[in-house]
């Protein structure tokens, strides 16, 4: 199958997945709408969430550093992930269905998703320091440059009016293999007998260095297309 067939169902798949959680979720956006709720208020909601996962992950690590790992951390870690990056769909509807999109809504919901992701995975990076993985720790640095400049490309490609949408590592993918991981993380460190010689930070190092390759491959995608986009 040529390249470019496989992009076009992928985006294709993509839509679909998209357009099928809107069916879900518009009952409560319309509720949302109803209770007086604004795209912007939706989209402080979904960061605080997340910055409370990041302190959880935080202190997830400081209690590592003064004894056994408290694995449930993770997994209410992950579990907040997951539940408050809903809001970044949620808004984005509200303000459709609601009539309220505005170029400032749009610019404020890019900040503080940029935002999220600095506090996530620098969450995470603390807790790898504290259970003394520099690897891990350092991974999860390389996974947030990638994070961070596949977004930049992308802001700096439509300054110069290019669609730059292209690469398989975009926020969404990246939210959920973070949450993820992290959720499984947490059960499976629960579940395991103390004798266990399994670490199950291994899950979370995977999860981090598959972002780091995929986000970084991605960054450097769009800068391709852009160099091309623009020779045109």
Not at 142 to 158: D, F, K, T
């Amino acid at each position: 199958m040529p390249v470019m067939d496989i992009k076009q169902t992928a985006k294709n798949s993509r839509d679909s997945l998209q357009q099928g959680i809107y069916v879900v979720i518009n009952p409560f956006v319309r509720f949302l709408i109803k209770c007086g709720f604004t795209p912007n208020m939706v989209t402080t909601i979904g960061f605080l969430g997340n910055v409370a996962a990041a302190a959880v992950l935080v202190w997830a690590g400081f209690k590592a550093g003064k004894g056994p790992v408290d694995y449930s951390l993770l997994t209410i870690a992950g579990a907040l992930i997951i539940g408050f990056s809903l809001f970044d769909m949620l808004d984005g509807q509200v303000a459709r269905l609601g009539n309220m999109a505005s170029t400032f809504g749009a610019m404020y919901d890019s900040v503080l998703d940029r935002y999220c992701e600095l506090f996530t995975l620098g969450g995470i990076a603390y807790y790898f320091l504290c259970t003394g993985s520099l690897i891990g720790s350092l991974i999860t640095f390389l996974a947030l440059v990638g994070s961070i400049m596949v977004s930049y490309v992308r802001a700096r490609a439509e300054g110069l009016d290019i669609e730059c949408k292209i690469g398989f590592m975009q926020r969404p993918e990246r939210v959920v293999v973070t949450a993820v991981a992290a959720l499984a993380t947490g059960i499976v460190g629960q579940s395991l007998a103390p004798e266990s010689s399994f670490d199950p930070n291994i899950i979370l190092l995977v999860a981090m260095g598959v972002i780091a390759v995929f986000a970084n491959m991605t960054a450097f995608a769009r800068i391709n297309h852009c160099r091309k986009a623009l020779k045109k």
